[in-house]
């Protein structure tokens, strides 16, 4: 984005918001709505799920799967999925991770009408026990679940992507495809493959060229492995059961995984809001939509300002890029030897001798969703208007993890 394209958010945005008093947080429904199409034509006809762990607000959710291309949900725990099926947004969510949540495996098993919305991620024995041990089968309605096939690349047996699944060939993946098969109380309906080293992580990180190319040609590489293990596993599983779906992807990732024969529909979130983390990439850079605000309280020094609060840090390893992103106005960068604190968050830049005591500071947080973790609310703006305020999860009194 342009400074001067900057500088007319910045002027939007304090002209939607002049009655508020910071903290507090906006998404520009120009670009979510931008991010939601081009996410969806990114995917080349197949649909789009959720992921509410993205995005961690009802109406946001509903907007997006208001837009062609996307449909159904990716809930990130199993009390989040039942609460987004009885308040009736969607009858399709599966839950992205595995569950030891005993109260809420006794609700899906009491209920049919949830046990045929919610699907639940597996990737051994063991959480198959589990839900036996909550609730007999014969006892209660049929589980749905999905194979979580991990999605790493394991080049001359070193690890590269996150540690999931322990599911990696596509054997193992048929091994525990037979064995449901053959319990009482499950159907396997889905499989699923998430691409972290290619979907989150970022082939263009700022200023650090060949580091850029070293992640495209592991990307690549990973890419053509996993081309032909999701293939390979589903052809494994197919002996066992008929799947409904394949789920792998992200935001980083759409247009590639979308490309795999073998998948049938593509996740993605983080890409609506825009967080500053897909600054970092080549294939496409959504438009940020989120921002927060923080007041200028004190000036400590000449080329310095001080906002309230402001450590909002991401999730992932400890590093610099997890921090929030100064953004608007532009020229405003964190202090190294103290970053972004609970309390303050002193800022330095040409930007700052033009700012005074009571105006604002806007950020972008790291990540998405999680900066409605900080906020009971998110203001819609459109054009150089709130024209609605909406609760986030916390907002609803909703804590999932």
């Known amino acids: 984005m342009t400074t001067s394209a900057r500088d007319a958010l910045r002027e939007r945005l304090d002209k939607a918001t002049g009655d508020l008093d910071p903290p507090f947080a906006v998404v520009d429904l120009a670009a979510f ?6 996410l969806a034509r990114r995917a080349g006809g197949k649909p789009l799920r959720t992921a509410s762990k993205s995005v961690r607000s009802r109406a946001l959710i509903e907007r997006a799967l208001a837009t062609p291309g996307w449909r159904g949900v990716m809930s990130y725990s199993l009390a989040e999925a039942i609460w987004l099926v009885r308040s009736g947004m969607t009858h399709d969510a599966l839950v992205a991770y595995p569950t030891a949540d005993r109260t809420a495996l006794r ?3 009491a209920d049919p009408g949830l046990a045929t919305s919610i699907t639940l991620m597996v ?3 063991a959480q198959l026990d589990l ?5 007999a089968p014969g006892h209660r309605a049929d589980i749905r679940v999905c194979l979580d096939i991990d999605g790493s690349w394991r080049p001359f047996g070193l690890h590269v992507g996150v540690r999931r699944s322990p599911l990696h060939a596509a054997a193992a993946a048929g091994t525990l495809a037979r064995e449901i098969a053959g319990r009482r109380g499950f159907r396997l309906v889905g499989l699923m493959a998430y ?6 992580l970022g082939d263009a990180p700022p200023s650090q060229t060949l580091r850029g190319l070293a992640i495209r040609l592991m990307q690549r590489r990973s890419y053509h492995d996993l081309l032909r293990r999701r293939g390979a596993a589903l052809a494994a599983v197919r002996e066992h059961a008929e799947v409904e779906f394949f789920n792998s ?3 980083g990732s759409v247009a590639a995984t979308a490309a795999d024969p073998a998948v049938t529909e593509v996740t993605a979130g983080s890409g609506l809001y825009g967080p500053a983390l897909f600054d970092g990439y080549r294939a496409w850079r959504p438009e940020p939509a989120a921002f927060f605000a923080l007041a200028v309280v004190r000036r400590p020094a000449r080329g310095y300002v001080t906002v309230s609060g402001g450590g909002w840090i991401a999730s992932g ?3 610099a890029t997890r921090q929030p992103l100064p953004w608007l106005p532009a020229g405003l960068r964190l202090v190294g030897a103290e970053g972004a604190g609970e309390v303050q968050t002193p800022l330095r830049g040409a930007a700052a001798e033009g700012l005074r005591v009571g105006d604002r500071v806007w950020f972008r947080h790291a990540k998405a969703g999680e900066l409605c973790e900080h906020v009971n609310e998110l203001h819609l703006v459109d054009g150089a208007e709130v024209v609605e305020t909406v609760p986030t999860y916390r907002g609803e009194g909703r804590a999932f993890l």
């Open 33 to 38: 709505d931008a991010n939601a199409r081009a």
């Open 195 to 200: 691409d972290a080293q290619i979907a989150g």
């Open 107 to 109: 609700e899906l098993a």
């Open 123 to 125: 990737d051994g024995s």
């Open 131 to 135: 839900v036996d041990t909550v609730a």
């Open 317 to 319: 390893q400890t590093h």
């Open 249 to 251: 992807g992200g935001t």
